[in-house]
């Protein structure tokens, strides 16, 4: 017995070095687990593929790294599919072994970088110009209405107290109404410097009445007042909010809504990217540019207009000159009348409708509509 035991262990060493150095993790886990389960009665052929035991005990057989065991193509555990490559697989594993879809989880496709314009406000020299370079670019369809229209100026700017005061005071009226009202408040304060809040809150009711200002817009300016005097709102903080911080601010003012925000934030502090979405210029001016069957709802114009970043303010202005060179929108109708009901539960004096346009420079000047139109609605 001991001479057949020594000629069975004899082919075992002697084959051990002949063991191939690249074989696969899996194919050598089997084997080690093959060896230390393998009866001592097991044939020479049975013993022959198996590698040379090791003197240490089978539970100090050293393991691979867990890296290399997660990429072996005999790995049970569901999860280890999910184990992306490492960058150098070591020589001594045959890279047949990985599944071919995982070194193509190893490649990362470059992200395209595209530069980020960072607007600044249009009265800036040379901010205009630049805003038209990027709409011909990026809308070739407001290229013709570029050329044929001269480019607007914002090169005015009043305080945002007077600015909004007069607002409120020209809302919902046709522009020679509006100025004639807002003329005499001036004068009932003393001049444009004069008008202050606390100027606006020692002014009574009945005070604004002689000069034309509704019972309503009286206590919208002192709202306005308030909210200065209170520390609520201020120039030099206006000035300086971004323009969600400066929308959601403004239209706690009573009076103030969505559209005299949009129009305040293009005309007096000339943001460059403000969309006004409720105003029915601008909407017919999208509707009429990109041949819609329908004027579009002003949750639509967001998705519509965002090639138009982050210069919208200055393809709204557009938008009006698109519609007021092909004439009042029809759909103004409606909205005239809903205006004009409005005006008669405020108690505010009717005034003929003049349909003549505006010219842009007295627009900006009063900061608002680019319209003649006194039907179009201001507080939404």
Same mark, same amino acid.
């Given at each position: 017995?001991?001479?057949? !035991?020594?000629?069975?262990?004899? #082919?075992? !060493?002697?084959?051990?070095?002949?063991?191939?150095?690249?074989?696969?993790?899996?194919?050598?886990?089997?084997?080690?687990?093959?060896?230390?389960?393998?009866?001592?009665?097991?044939?020479?052929?049975?013993?022959?593929?198996?590698?040379?035991?090791?003197?240490?005990?089978?539970?100090?057989?050293?393991?691979?790294?867990?890296?290399?065991?997660?990429?072996?193509?005999?790995?049970?555990?569901?999860?280890?599919?999910?184990?992306?490559?490492?960058?150098?697989?070591?020589?001594?594993?045959?890279?047949?072994?990985?599944?071919?879809?995982?070194?193509?989880? &190893?490649?990362?496709?470059?992200?395209?970088?595209? #530069?980020?314009?960072?607007?600044?406000?249009?009265?800036?020299?040379?901010?205009?110009?630049?805003?038209?370079?990027?709409?011909?670019?990026?809308?070739?369809?407001?290229?013709?209405?570029?050329?044929?229209?001269?480019?607007?100026?914002?090169?005015?700017?009043?305080?945002?107290?007077?600015?909004?005061?007069?607002?409120?005071?020209?809302?919902?009226?046709?522009?020679?109404?509006?100025?004639?009202?807002?003329?005499?408040? %001036?004068?009932?304060?003393? +001049?444009?410097?004069? $008008?202050?809040?606390?100027?606006?809150?020692?002014?009574? #009711? !009945?005070?604004?009445?002689?000069? +034309?200002?509704?019972?309503?817009?009286?206590?919208?300016?002192?709202?306005?007042?308030?909210?200065?005097?209170?520390?609520?709102?201020?120039?030099?903080?206006? $000035?300086?909010?971004?323009?969600?911080?400066?929308?959601?601010?403004?239209?706690?003012?009573?009076? %103030?809504?969505?559209?005299?925000?949009?129009?305040?934030?293009?005309?007096?502090?000339?943001?460059?990217?403000?969309?006004?979405?409720?105003?029915?210029? $601008?909407?017919? +001016?999208?509707?009429?540019?990109?041949?819609?069957?329908?004027?579009?709802? #002003?949750?639509?114009?967001?998705?519509?207009?965002?090639?138009?970043?982050?210069?919208?303010?200055?393809?709204?202005?557009?938008?009006?000159?698109?519609?007021?060179?092909?004439?009042?929108?029809?759909?103004?109708?409606?909205?005239?009348?809903? &205006?004009?009901?409005?005006?008669?539960?405020? +108690?505010?004096?009717?005034?003929? !409708?003049?349909?003549?346009?505006?010219?842009?420079?007295?627009?900006?000047?009063?900061?608002?509509?680019?319209?003649?139109?006194?039907?179009?609605?201001?507080?939404?």
């Amino acid at each position: 017995m001991g001479e057949q !035991q020594t000629q069975v262990q004899t #082919p075992t !060493q002697d084959q051990a070095p002949t063991q191939p150095h690249h074989e696969s993790t899996a194919t050598t886990s089997t084997s080690i687990s093959a060896t230390t389960i393998a009866p001592t009665s097991a044939s020479p052929a049975e013993l022959s593929n198996a590698p040379a035991q090791s003197s240490s005990p089978p539970s100090k057989i050293p393991f691979r790294p867990r890296k290399i065991r997660k990429l072996s193509s005999d790995i049970s555990d569901p999860k280890s599919s999910q184990i992306v490559a490492v960058p150098e697989t070591p020589k001594h594993i045959s890279t047949s072994a990985a599944k071919p879809t995982k070194s193509k989880l &190893v490649q990362q496709r470059p992200l395209a970088v595209v #530069p980020k314009i960072i607007a600044r406000s249009l009265s800036c020299e040379g901010e205009v110009e630049i805003a038209l370079r990027h709409l011909r670019s990026v809308d070739p369809l407001l290229a013709p209405l570029i050329d044929v229209h001269q480019p607007p100026t914002f090169d005015n700017f009043h305080t945002p107290f007077l600015a909004l005061t007069r607002s409120i005071l020209y809302q919902q009226l046709a522009y020679k109404a509006g100025t004639s009202i807002y003329t005499r408040f %001036i004068a009932l304060c003393g +001049g444009e410097s004069g $008008v202050a809040p606390e100027t606006v809150l020692s002014l009574t #009711p !009945q005070q604004l009445r002689q000069i +034309g200002v509704s019972g309503r817009k009286a206590s919208y300016l002192h709202d306005l007042a308030r909210k200065y005097q209170n520390g609520i709102l201020s120039d030099s903080a206006i $000035v300086n909010m971004d323009d969600k911080s400066l929308f959601t601010m403004l239209t706690m003012v009573n009076g %103030i809504g969505s559209w005299s925000v949009h129009m305040f934030m293009i005309f007096s502090l000339h943001r460059p990217d403000v969309l006004p979405v409720n105003d029915l210029g $601008v909407r017919k +001016g999208v509707q009429l540019l990109y041949n819609l069957e329908e004027l579009p709802r #002003p949750s639509q114009m967001d998705q519509l207009c965002e090639k138009w970043r982050p210069y919208r303010s200055v393809a709204a202005w557009y938008m009006w000159r698109f519609v007021e060179a092909k004439g009042a929108p029809s759909s103004a109708a409606a909205a005239a009348a809903g &205006v004009s009901l409005q005006r008669q539960q405020e +108690g505010e004096p009717q005034h003929p !409708q003049q349909p003549q346009l505006m010219d842009p420079l007295n627009i900006l000047n009063i900061g608002y509509n680019p319209f003649h139109f006194h039907f179009l609605i201001c507080c939404m």
